[in-house]
């Protein structure tokens, strides 16, 4: 049997989970459900940044095992990581760790071409991890959050291939990208203009960021499998390719030192 790619998902923190005694490290069932439906084996990682502070070799080295990365959705980023000062009352579950180990995370798989798809708060973690920045708090958020709402794709996009030019999509989020991260495209849009969707033209890497939830719907909408099929694909390229390459190269550069 071939080896199912490995997609790296990194764990939430959470303060408790059922059957357990403890504070929790989580990712959602459906979502590794998603993953491994689509030919990927789902490889939770536990967040370690120290202090809110991610080690660039350990991250990398910690990835080099893995095929693919999936950003899945989460809490709040802190703000100050895309140079706001003042937090809105509005923020939850906000955690230094976790935002210097996925945007750790981010960098390394932007640096070196890994596969990529960003789910929510993923896709603001790659939006702040290209300088860009977050609307904090959308105000009225009754059209984005817990609800289905339509958006409009772009055509030649990546997420063209895996969609029709409208689709519905599941979505849970009171933020939005206010500035857009440094070669990021907007690729998908919701009827009031909020960004649904970035890509990265141009980059070494397969790239789809989403602000919905396409594991609410893996079983019913065509678009979400495509989704999840997509980056199992690509992981399998990324994986073949790295046999191709010599040991230097296929270790990757590391992210450069503005990051």
């Given at each position: 049997?071939?080896?199912?790619?490995?997609?790296?998902?990194?764990?939430?923190?959470?303060?408790?989970?059922?059957?357990?005694?403890?504070?929790?490290?989580?990712?959602?069932?459906?979502?590794?459900?998603?993953?491994?439906?689509?030919?990927?084996?789902?490889?939770?990682?536990?967040?370690?940044?120290?202090?809110?502070?991610?080690?660039?070799?350990?991250?990398?080295?910690?990835?080099?095992?893995?095929?693919?990365?999936?950003?899945?959705?989460?809490?709040?980023?802190?703000?100050?990581?895309?140079?706001?000062?003042?937090?809105?009352?509005?923020?939850?579950?906000?955690?230094?760790?976790?935002?210097?180990?996925?945007?750790?995370?981010?960098?390394?798989?932007?640096?070196?071409?890994?596969?990529?798809?960003?789910?929510?708060?993923?896709?603001?973690?790659?939006?702040?991890?290209?300088?860009?920045?977050?609307?904090?708090?959308?105000?009225?958020?009754?059209?984005?959050?817990?609800?289905?709402?339509?958006?409009?794709?772009?055509?030649?996009?990546?997420?063209?291939?895996?969609?029709?030019?409208?689709?519905?999509?599941?979505?849970?989020?009171?933020?939005?990208?206010?500035?857009?991260?440094?070669?990021?495209?907007?690729?998908?849009?919701?009827?009031?203009?909020?960004?649904?969707?970035?890509?990265?033209?141009?980059?070494?890497?397969?790239?789809?960021?989403?602000q919905w939830h396409p594991e609410d719907t893996v079983a019913t909408e065509s678009t979400s499998r495509a989704l999840f099929d997509a980056l199992a694909e690509e992981a399998r390229r990324h994986r073949s390719r790295a046999w191709q390459l010599p040991?230097?190269?296929?270790?990757?550069?590391?992210?450069?030192?503005?990051?």
């Amino acid at each position: 049997m071939t080896r199912r790619p490995l997609i790296a998902v990194p764990a939430r923190f959470s303060s408790s989970a059922a059957a357990l005694r403890y504070a929790a490290e989580v990712n959602a069932r459906a979502l590794v459900e998603a993953v491994y439906q689509a030919g990927g084996e789902p490889f939770t990682m536990h967040p370690h940044a120290p202090g809110g502070q991610a080690d660039r070799d350990e991250v990398a080295a910690r990835l080099a095992r893995c095929d693919a990365l999936l950003l899945p959705g989460g809490g709040d980023i802190n703000p100050h990581r895309y140079g706001a000062e003042d937090p809105d009352a509005s923020l939850y579950d906000v955690d230094d760790e976790q935002d210097a180990f996925d945007l750790a995370l981010t960098r390394h798989a932007l640096d070196t071409g890994m596969p990529m798809l960003a789910i929510c708060r993923g896709l603001q973690i790659v939006n702040t991890a290209l300088n860009g920045s977050l609307r904090q708090n959308m105000g009225s958020v009754a059209a984005h959050r817990h609800l289905t709402h339509p958006v409009t794709v772009e055509d030649r996009s990546l997420l063209a291939r895996c969609a029709d030019e409208k689709i519905d999509v599941s979505c849970y989020h009171h933020q939005c990208v206010d500035r857009i991260g440094r070669g990021l495209t907007v690729t998908a849009r919701a009827a009031d203009g909020t960004v649904e969707a970035l890509e990265r033209p141009g980059s070494p890497g397969w790239l789809i960021a989403v602000q919905w939830h396409p594991e609410d719907t893996v079983a019913t909408e065509s678009t979400s499998r495509a989704l999840f099929d997509a980056l199992a694909e690509e992981a399998r390229r990324h994986r073949s390719r790295a046999w191709q390459l010599p040991t230097s190269e296929a270790k990757g550069t590391g992210a450069p030192d503005n990051w």
